[in-house]
């Protein structure tokens, strides 16, 4: 059997640049190579409807191709900072062992806001990680600066996560 020496590649997370549809829609998203980015909350239960389940993205250092982090795709702690690292595999055959950087320190923060519809204010809420307070305000108002009508707040969800303990893993 032949050894293999496989690298290991530390990836940053980086925010992509989503485009969107004026409803918000997510339409596409550009890869930056080499990092990895989680997708805002209702992203993903868009995708979940089209049976797309999908937590985040990975690029290739390579090639920049972007390949999925599925929902599954838990727990943080195995593929954090210094935890023993997984192993990816690409199309370009790049196959390294991955960190995925910043992983389990960003916690899960929630943004109450009202948006006018006609004459009903709608209330909404919002789900996505950032690693601070206000790395959450400047993810929040990147992606919705012109329909927000008035934003509520933005804090840090306590109690969302509870611990498997059979499974070892985290459950939302
Ligand atoms: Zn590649």
């Known amino acids: 059997m032949k050894e293999q020496i496989v690298e290991t590649i530390t990836f940053p997370h980086e925010e992509w640049v989503a485009i969107r549809s004026r409803e918000g829609k997510l339409m596409s998203i550009k890869p930056i190579a ?14 979940a409807k089209k049976r797309c389940y999908v937590k ?7 090639c920049q191709k972007a390949s999925f982090l599925p929902e599954t795709f838990d727990p943080p702690k195995e593929l954090g900072d210094g935890k023993p690292p997984c192993e990816y595999k690409c199309t370009c055959g790049l196959v390294c062992r991955i960190i ?4 389990d320190r960003r916690k899960l ?37 012109p329909d927000i009508t008035h934003l509520v707040g933005i804090g840090p969800v306590i109690g969302f996560f ?11």
């Open 162 to 172: 509870a611990e498997d303990k059979d499974a070892k893993r985290l459950i939302v």
């Open 100 to 103: 995925l950087k910043d992983w």
């Open 34 to 47: 080499g990092s990895w980015t989680l997708l805002a909350a209702e992203d993903r239960m868009q995708l």
């Open 109 to 145: 923060y929630c943004a109450c806001y009202e948006i006018i519809q006609g004459k009903n204010i709608e209330p909404h809420k919002q789900y996505f990680h950032a690693i601070t307070e206000d790395e959450a305000h400047h993810y929040f108002w990147a992606q919705h600066r």
């Open 56 to 62: 985040g993205l990975i690029a290739c250092p390579n």
